[in-house]
């Protein structure tokens, strides 16, 4: 008998290795071989499904189509997610942000945002409206799952045809998730997410319901949306009275709401109404008899006129309250009405100047286009002029265009340094080469005066004095002082991003026109920060107000030591009375102010301000054509006059800070609006009446007396509340630097 203990442990584990080994040996021959066998099979069946020739190909590319739509599906459903978050569970019930804006007396100048009225059930849309609409806009709506392909094919053959868009392809659940969450721009990211949205849209909804809301949230001209309100508004009945004329000129505003507005052009209205009823006509939802007794008898909207309407200032104002609203200042309250500084008269008068100006001026000097903006000194927005026709090009050059402001810019330089301590208005400075590296500028008549004041470097517009300014503000170091000159210009009121380049104190930097308005207010005001306002009162949609600018809004900060404010104040005075600014005297009126003009001529302005209002002018091409020559004591001087002497006539003129005002000037002055929430509740005939009086009372209390002058220093914006302290800025100044510059650490309480 074998003794197995006898074995050594080395041997014994040498064989159990083998056994070991030849049992995975043996497991993976046997595995192989079953998988060869399946694959045997398996090959043998497909073989039955080899194609070849061009059935192979044809397989091969519908292979490769498969593929690759599956991940193009799955990036086009990547791109779409952004939109998906606009689909919250109350994207239905969420209300719009709508709100009815106020003039300074309380009378209502526009609407802006959406108010939506569905109170109509869609049986109660009169047949014609539904059939017009359906017919020209989406015939195919009850067929399609939301996306209508053979429309979309349809159209794209007709546009080839035409070699241009002269057929849409979207569906009505196209243009609804548009409405309901996209914006209008032209990208293949939006086209994306709309056709998500669509299929999105067909999943939650009803046809009729879709139907429904495409019929009360489009926007159908004049500010309405939906057809319920355009009714209302183009022929004065309900939406359930519409003729088929009617109904036909309501359908055509769908794809061109602006363009086919009947108020604005009747003629293309009844021309795109007559295409509606043909379209009909092929659809088979009227006989051609029906269309033509339809154009034989068109609709005709009511006589609304083309009311002058300022709508760049309620664009803007939009614009503002919707921030106000993002910041939480609102409550969250979503339909709102607000009260603004808006003066009709006011907006008319600078509407009117710039048109005329332009129409009588312009051909001669080679300019096409022009901006306004007009405030009190506190900011308060009087006046507003974003171009000359808003229907043509509702693009805002005086808040969204950045223009080279040339030489206007340079008060921003000189008040650097007279706050800095290092120059006051009678120093004495030499106009002669100056260089920042190895750039040099030259003056217009591209020579140099030698030694004069800094008044008379600012008043003959002397190019070589603010690059020796920035220089003494950096004691030699150009970029230090660029940096100076850049914070005190955004101090003042400028918003945009200066670089830090050589030309930049001669106005080589884009400024807006808002900007330069508010910039030059806190010169007129003494020093303060004058920050562009759009809302003295906010109601909500019952009445309650929910902001006061007099309770909520920030105290104006001091950002230019009185003394400096007075002297450049009484620097541009010099401007106009005797400088490059003479064409905007208004007799009996103190006018400070400063032109500027641009590298080519390409951009011309004039910024000047009395005691009572502030206005930035500019005329220029939106295309940067060269202007023929045009500086900024020009015509831009003449229009910013021409609106500026009727808007002073018969009022109080207040008095400038540092400048002694002439016989004619009354030193008390009417409340701005704000100050007397009573205001909003006369018009402006009884406010201005009862001004005149107030005036009549005051002169006969004063028995002769003569005016009195702002006291140093104790100027402050109009609307400022008497039981507050306006505090200085020092979110970047130490209080030695302060006291360096004089600046106080509290400004004094108003006078």
């Known amino acids: 008998m074998f003794n197995y203990r006898k074995v050594p442990f080395l041997t014994r584990l040498k064989r159990a290795a083998l056994v070991a080994d030849s049992w995975i040996d043996a497991s993976l021959y046997n595995a192989g071989s079953a998988l060869g066998e399946v694959w045997r099979r398996i090959s043998a069946q497909t073989d039955r499904l080899a194609v070849t020739g061009m059935r192979r190909v044809a397989v091969e590319i519908a292979s490769e189509g498969a593929t690759l739509s599956v991940a193009g599906g799955m990036l086009l459903l990547a791109l779409s997610q ?22 300074r007396y309380g009378t209502e100048i526009g609407r802006r945002g959406i108010l939506h009225d569905d109170s109509l059930e869609l049986s109660e849309f009169p047949e014609v409206l539904v059939k017009a609409v359906l017919a020209t806009e989406d015939r195919r709506f009850y067929q399609h799952f939301g996306i209508d392909l053979v429309g979309t094919l349809r ?135 029906q269309a033509e007794i339809a154009r034989r008898n068109p609709a005709t909207p009511m006589d609304r006129g083309r009311d002058a309407s300022p709508d760049y200032y309620l664009d803007w104002a939009f614009d503002e309250i919707r921030a106000m609203a993002g910041e939480g200042a609102l409550h969250g309250e979503r339909v709102l009405v607000v009260r603004t500084p808006l003066d009709l008269s006011i907006q008319h008068m600078a509407d009117t100047a710039l048109e005329e100006g332009l129409l009588q001026e312009g051909k001669r000097w080679g300019v096409k286009q ?70 040099c500028p030259n003056n217009y008549g591209r020579s140099f005066a030698g030694r004069m004041t800094l008044t008379t470097a600012l008043q003959r517009s002397v190019n070589t004095t603010p690059v020796r300014l920035t220089l003494m503000m950096g004691h030699g170091n150009a970029r230090k002082g ?83 404010a007075e002297g450049m104040n009484r620097m541009m005075i010099k401007v106009v009375e005797a400088g490059t600014g003479r064409r905007a005297r208004i007799d009996g009126v103190p006018v400070a102010g400063k032109t500027g ?18 206005a930035s002018v500019w005329l220029g091409n ?24 009727p808007a002073h006539a018969g009022q109080t003129i207040r008095p400038m800070p540092g400048v002694t005002p002439g016989a004619e000037a009354i030193a008390a002055a009417p409340a701005e609006a704000g100050e007397n929430v009573d205001a909003a509740n006369l018009s402006r005939q009884s406010w201005e009446l009862l001004q005149g009086l107030d005036a009549l009372f005051r002169e006969a ?26 505090k200085d800025d020092t979110s970047q100044d130490s209080p030695q630097r302060l006291a360096a510059r004089n600046v106080p650490a509290q400004a004094p309480n108003p006078p």
């Open 82 to 103: 952004p939109a998906f978050r606009e689909t919250t569970e109350d994207w239905l019930k969420k209300p719009e942000f709508a709100v009815t804006f106020l003039d």
């Open 155 to 289: 159209a794209l053959s007709a546009n080839a045809r035409a070699d241009g868009v002269v057929q849409g392809g979207s569906s009505i659940t196209q243009q609804l998730a548009k409405n309901l969450f996209l914006t209008n721009e032209r990208s293949i990211q939006r086209k994306i997410n709309e056709a998500f949205l669509s299929l999105w849209l067909e999943s939650r909804l009803t046809k009729n319901e879709i139907l429904k809301l495409y019929l009360d949230r489009a926007y159908m001209g004049g500010g309405t949306f939906g057809a319920a309100a355009a009714a209302e508004f183009y022929f004065g009945k309900s939406v359930r009275d519409v003729t088929l004329p009617e109904a036909a000129m309501l359908a055509g505003l769908f794809k061109a709401p602006s363009k086919y507005a009947p108020h604005v052009n009747l003629p293309t209205a009844r021309s795109r109404a007559s295409d509606v009823l043909g379209t009909m006509v092929k659809a088979g939802f009227i006989s051609e008899g």
């Open 370 to 439: 022009g901006a306004i903006a007009v405030l009190s000194p506190d900011g308060a927005a009087r006046a507003m002029v974003g171009g000359r026709d808003y229907g043509e090009s509702q693009f805002n050059r005086a808040t969204g265009s950045l223009r080279q402001p040339g030489s206007s810019f340079k008060p921003f330089v000189f008040a650097a340094a007279m706050t800095d301590g290092l120059v006051k208005e009678d120093s004495m400075i030499v106009d002669g080469p100056t260089c920042i590296g190895n750039w």
């Open 482 to 564: 660029l940096e100076r000159v850049i914070e005190m210009s955004h101090l003042m009121g400028i918003t945009t991003e200066l670089r830090n380049t050589a030309p930049l104190p001669i106005g080589a930097e884009g400024v807006r026109v808002l900007d330069m308005a508010a910039g030059f207010a806190a010169f007129s005001n003494g020093g303060y920060r004058a920050k562009p306002y759009a809302a003295i009162e906010i109601s909500n949609g019952h009445g309650d107000i929910i902001w006061s600018r007099s309770k909520d809004a920030p105290t104006p900060e001091r950002i230019l030591p009185p003394e400096v």
């Open 597 to 614: 003009t641009t590298n080519a001529y390409r951009d011309a302005w004039f910024v000047g301000y009395t005691g009572n209002l502030v």
């Open 622 to 645: 939106d295309d940067y054509k060269p202007a023929n020559r045009m500086t900024g004591g020009t015509l831009p001087a003449q229009i910013w006059k021409a609106m500026m002497l």
């Open 701 to 726: 209390e004063s028995s002769g007396s003569q005016p009195t002058t702002a006291g140093a220093g104790g100027e402050v914006p109009s609307g400022v509340s008497q039981d507050k302290t306006a």
